[in-house]
């Protein structure tokens, strides 16, 4: 059954379409809830940092994250997210056309997960744990939630691009794993600002 | 419902609340620190105003897409209308 629906006012009887798929708003819901526990988190680490000790954070003798690496993990995640805009208005053109930008948007997407577990083990022998501190407990709470975010959607996307290349893709399964990409990315630069200065 | 079922209810209610104690809810809000306390109110403005402005915007939106949709359609019937040879 429809989600969102509206009358059509030609209509005699009463035929109605959705307004949008409901895969889309499906996502879209979850997207309002997933946007909150981020919220959650960044607001606790607000609280946190602001009673560190002599307003010093990351606290005494905790490592520094690699803010200039993980700008270059952001750059890559942003292009991602413009490649896939590129390739949902290619998709809606001729949807063949659209691989590429789609095989290139996952790339970069995969680039910046791998990227970012390359920074995690620098940081681990670092001896920044989940443990550590509540500067180590933020850092892998919030951006480990935020990888497994990623790699979720990712395996959306590539799930849309096996589909894409044997020609079943469909629009609604295609809008609704762009959603998930676009949240993922657009939250990145918040949890970056946040999180790394 | 049995008598012996609402005694049992009732017994339960009042031990939880004779024998619970009082929970801060989060000790790191009970700061006296002025940077403390702007964080408290800036999380609070973020975690009420944030949920507000979503629902909002997915409002706007679904608004948006019902007002595309009812000029489509109007298009499409003119469409037709015109087509259609008059008798």
């Known amino acids: ?76 995640l942003l292009v991602s997210g413009l490649l896939l805009l590129f390739a949902a208005w290619r998709f809606r053109r001729e949807a063949r056309s659209a691989r590429w930008p789609l095989l290139a948007s996952v790339l970069l997407g995969l680039t910046f997960v791998a990227l970012q577990g390359v920074e995690w083990v620098a940081l681990l022998k670092e001896g920044l744990t989940l443990t550590s501190g509540a500067h180590g407990g933020f850092f892998y709470l919030i951006i480990g939630m935020h990888a497994a975010h990623a790699v979720a959607a990712l395996v959306a996307l590539a799930v849309c691009l096996a589909r894409l290349m044997r020609g079943t893709l469909e629009g609604a399964f295609f809008g609704a794993a762009q959603a998930f990409w676009y949240f993922v990315v657009a939250v990145w630069p918040v949890l970056y600002l946040r999180v790394y200065f | 419902m049995s008598a012996a079922r609402e005694a049992l209810r009732r017994g339960l209610a009042a031990g939880v609340l004779l024998l619970s104690s009082a929970a801060s809810a989060c000790p790191m809000c009970m700061s006296t620190q002025e940077s403390n306390r702007a964080a408290y109110i800036a999380g609070s403005l973020l975690l009420t105003l944030l949920p507000l402005g979503m629902l909002i915007g997915l409002a706007v939106y679904l608004r948006r897409r019902m007002r595309e949709q009812e000029r489509e359609d109007d298009a499409a019937r003119t469409a037709t209308a015109r087509a259609t040879p008059s008798p």
């Open chain 1, 1 to 76: 059954m429809d989600a969102v629906i509206v009358k059509d006012r030609s209509a005699v009887g009463a035929r109605r379409r959705p307004l949008i798929p409901n895969a889309v708003l499906g996502m879209l819901i979850f997207i309002v809830t997933e946007a909150m526990f981020f919220a959650g988190l960044i607001s606790a680490l607000t609280i946190v940092r602001s009673s560190a000790m002599g307003g010093l954070w990351p606290p005494p003798g905790q490592p520094r994250l690699p803010v200039g690496q993980t700008a270059f993990n952001t750059a890559a």
